[in-house]
């Protein structure tokens, strides 16, 4: 199928804003909003063919072109007044395509506007799902409906005042947003759970079919927004079957498996630290789930397993502590992710590999580089064992770290490059970047400017193409735009 996003005569080059309405009802206002600057404003239509689903479009190809295109928009604009859109899964009721584009907005767009036009009378739904935005981004919701003339003019006003704005690269902009949320309201709290409990339910009772499409639907799924989308979807539908209520127990395990997808996939995406739809909040949340939960028949794999341990918790503290801009609170955060790995390791029965790395990571940024490296190899010894070939490249990784510190640079070039392959053989992209990244410090620090330049490239492209954002910093993104205007390196179609 075409797809809409790379069609230049359906979007155009200059088309900057996204303007978000159900359509149902409000066609006529739409044509009057997008004709205030026909060239800027983008707003999906029933003439488009390739977004239509009566010409046969999946659903939620639909979906990623709309949650795509939100993301390449500097501006997000959204009105609403009553309805509360179609549903992805046709003629039931579920979530609908209106609200996996606010979703996207509310959650991640650094420039966001929302206006509420009279009459507005938000049906139930709507209104669920306003209450759980405000939770997870108080503020961006107004507190009133305003005339049509007054939301005309708040929106020609956002279009004045970002005319000449330069459209962010997304990457940066969602790690400024989510530092944004994460420290202008202080600490998380350390109990925190996703959406801070505000169950909102789109229907009476969740499809387990549903639930049940969207998990089978991530094997093999690379793409991290992708995936957060369909789990945003799923969780959504679960939400009418609150996880501390003990009449809902049997949806007990689908909570489990989406809260693990989530919260590895916003790992990657860059939320850490996003308050209540971050890694931190979806892992106490499945801390909580587990407890409650009877696993005396019950069947899990390893990623699924430490998602929702202390483990996870403690690579999260880990992420954050990065995150920190004074040492202080970088070692307060360190302290919080040592003693949870500790706590995960105390209690563990199987192999506890995936912790030995958490481990190992907290000991290399404490200067304690010996323990570290045990704790690598370990590790190593551990994945040797069960044959696991990406994971041995993981650890491979994670020893060249040692090595790099110690000033070994050749033989941690030497562990990063086959880490990073194995990691890429095994499919196990996120990590291959990573190890991608150190290689190319590696041979900066070495004197090879352009081999590190390379690497860095390499690396920035398969972060793009599989919407690992977390994993483009700064830096990485202004090199690989300076490599692509001198020609050193061809940008990825």
């Not at 983008?42 to 993301?71: C, M, N, S, Y």
């Not at 959204?78 to 996996?100: N, P």
């Not at 040692?402 to 990073?420: C, H, S």
Request: proline share 4%; glycine share 6%; aromatic share 8%.
């Amino acid at each position: 199928m075409k797809n809409a996003l790379n069609d230049a005569d359906a979007l155009g080059s200059t088309a900057d804003i996204f303007l978000s309405s159900v359509f149902l009802n409000f066609k006529d206002i739409r044509e009057e909003i997008c004709s205030l600057d026909k060239r800027r404003i983008w707003a999906v239509e029933i003439e488009r063919p390739e977004l239509d689903t009566r010409k046969g479009v999946p659903h939620f190809v639909i979906v990623d072109a709309l949650v795509e295109q939100i993301r390449n928009s500097k501006v997000f604009i959204c009105v609403l007044r009553d309805h509360y859109g179609s549903s992805v899964f046709a003629d039931t009721e579920s979530v609908s395509f209106f609200e996996t584009e606010i979703y996207q907005a509310a959650l991640y767009h650094n420039n966001a506007h929302f206006f509420l036009m009279e009459p507005f009378k938000p049906s139930p739904r709507l209104e669920a799902l306003l209450n759980l935005v405000r939770t997870v981004r108080p503020g961006i919701i107004p507190e009133r409906a305003q005339p049509k003339k007054e939301v005309f003019d708040g929106i020609k006003r956002v279009l004045v005042d970002t005319r000449n704005t330069r459209r962010r690269p997304w990457a940066i902009s969602l790690r400024k947003l989510v530092s944004e949320l994460a420290f202008r309201r202080g600490d998380p709290k350390p109990d925190i759970e996703f959406f801070d409990k505000v169950f909102s339910p789109v229907s009476d009772k969740p499809d387990k079919d549903h639930v049940r499409v969207l998990l089978d639907g991530l094997a093999g799924e690379t793409g991290m927004e992708k995936r957060l989308t369909r789990m945003w979807v799923a969780l959504r539908e679960l939400s009418a079957a609150p996880y501390d209520q003990p009449e809902f127990a049997e949806y007990l395990p689908l909570w489990d498996q989406a809260l693990g997808a989530w919260s590895s996939a916003a790992a990657w995406y860059g939320l850490h630290g996003h308050l209540y739809a971050g890694r931190l909040s979806a892992v106490n949340s499945m801390l909580k789930i587990r407890g409650f939960m009877d696993w005396s028949r019950a069947e899990h794999d390893a990623d699924n397993y430490i998602q929702g341990t202390k483990g996870a918790r403690a690579s999260e503290y880990f992420s954050v502590a990065k995150l920190c801009t004074t040492q202080s609170e970088r070692d307060k955060y360190l302290s919080l992710a040592l003693k949870n790995v500790d706590e995960a390791m105390a209690a563990i029965a199987g192999d506890p590999s995936g912790f030995l790395s958490i481990h190992g990571h907290i000991r290399l940024e404490q200067g304690a580089l010996a323990d570290a490296r045990a704790d690598f190899e370990r590790m190593k010894s551990l994945r040797i064992k069960c044959g696991d070939a990406g994971g041995i490249g993981e650890a491979l990784a994670d020893l060249g770290l040692v090595e790099a510190k110690l000033g070994n640079l050749r033989e941690a070039r030497r562990l990063f490059r086959q880490g990073m392959e194995m990691q890429e053989a095994a499919g196990r992209i996120p990590f291959a970047i990573m190890a991608q990244k150190r290689l190319a410090k590696a041979y900066l620090r070495s004197g090879h400017p352009i081999l590190a330049l390379n690497e860095l490239c390499a690396a920035y492209d398969k972060a793009q193409e599989h919407q690992i954002f977390g994993q483009i910093t700064p830096l990485m993104e202004s090199a690989h735009e300076l490599a692509c205007r001198l020609g050193i390196w061809r940008r990825r179609e």
